[in-house]
């Protein structure tokens, strides 16, 4: 019987998630996930979240349950996806520390993500050690499990290749083919970055221009009509732009009637559609997408115990298969002592 190929991906509790994140992996890794071609391993990154946040465990602790119903809310199946814990799985502190001495910090610093992350934190001279060799820990988590697919958004390209790097310099310098080197699964082009509410570059907890996957109808509706479409389009009758309009680049990535949109976009340029009109569809749009997962997400909120069960028989499945890579990780260097 031929071994299914290995997904692993998974995000950082910081907060709840939003439809940037079912676009940028959430819905990729149903569907990846319903193939029943891959064997998914699915993390709740809490101790990268701690790289920044190592001062309020707290936040890390509610937002890890937060994230564990938007998982299972959007259809991620424990039945068929192992949800775990990073924290629960101590061989990969161990791999972590194996794969640092692989890598320069100058390396770790020309990360583009990395860099960026940095900037947008305002860490300045303070960058915490354990923020600045995430991608290490990352290269950990996938490589434990021998992942050769990896769900993420376009812009964790470079940190994919940063553990193809790892990978390559352990086994060239073990001479060994243990580690695997694994690719990125990516959302359709132009879709792996969904704009904020505000226009801004990207939907981000911290800049609040966020639609949840566990908002209510109201509030949805209330952000949507909030949304920055063209400033120079003051009345009906006016052309406006449907380029850099917010409204019309989620239109593009969430409506289903690619011709209704077409038709919206046309008559918009051509002038005699106001804001309002499009506002609405959209509201209508994402609201036939999110009630049933906000609906999902409530019935696993009122049974905490459950939700948490999945967390633990998840882990402890996610540790056997890590602690083996490990095993086989320290045979290669030589430093099983006693076996």
Do not use: W
Request: charged share 25%; aromatic share 8%; glycine share 6%.
């Amino acid at each position: 019987m031929t071994k299914k190929p290995i997904i692993l991906t998974g995000d950082r509790p910081t907060g709840k998630l939003h439809i940037g994140h079912f676009v940028g992996s959430l819905r990729n890794r149903v569907e990846l996930q319903n193939t029943g071609d891959y064997e998914p391993f699915i993390m709740i990154a809490d101790m990268q979240a701690l790289t920044d946040n190592a001062r309020d465990p707290e936040k890390i602790r509610n937002s890890l349950f937060q994230v564990a119903l938007d998982y299972l809310a959007v259809g991620i199946d424990p039945t068929k996806s192992t949800i775990f814990v990073q924290s629960q799985i101590p061989a990969l502190n161990e791999l972590t520390m194996i794969y640092m001495n692989l890598v320069s910090v100058a390396r770790l610093e020309r990360n583009p993500t990395v860099k960026h992350e940095i900037q947008q934190k305002s860490f300045k001279e303070s960058v915490p050690a354990g923020f600045l060799t995430y991608p290490v820990s990352q290269a950990a988590d996938i490589t434990a499990f021998k992942a050769t697919v990896v769900p993420v958004g376009d812009d964790q390209e470079p940190m994919l290749e940063q553990t193809r790097e790892i990978v390559r310099s352990f086994n060239s310098a073990y001479h060994t083919d243990i580690l695997v080197e694994p690719k990125g699964y990516f959302p359709p082009k132009g879709e792996g970055r969904i704009p904020g509410l505000d226009g801004n570059a990207k939907m981000s907890k911290s800049l609040n221009n966020c639609i949840y996957l566990s908002d209510d109808a109201e509030t949805i509706k209330k952000k949507v009509m909030s949304m920055y479409t063209d400033p120079n389009h003051i009345h009906v009758e006016d052309p406006g732009q449907v380029e850099g309009n917010t409204v019309f680049t989620y239109l593009d990535i969430f409506a289903d009637d690619k011709a209704k949109v077409q038709e919206l976009k046309d008559q918009y340029t051509r002038g005699g559609l106001g804001d309002v009109k499009i506002k609405l569809y959209l509201n209508e749009v994402l609201q036939n997408i999110l009630t049933p997962i906000r609906e999902r997400r409530e019935k696993f909120e009122q049974d905490p115990a459950k939700v948490y069960q999945i967390l633990k028989e998840g882990s402890k499945k996610a540790n056997q298969v890590a602690e083996k890579t490990l095993q086989e990780v320290r045979d290669a260097m030589g430093i099983n002592y006693f076996n």
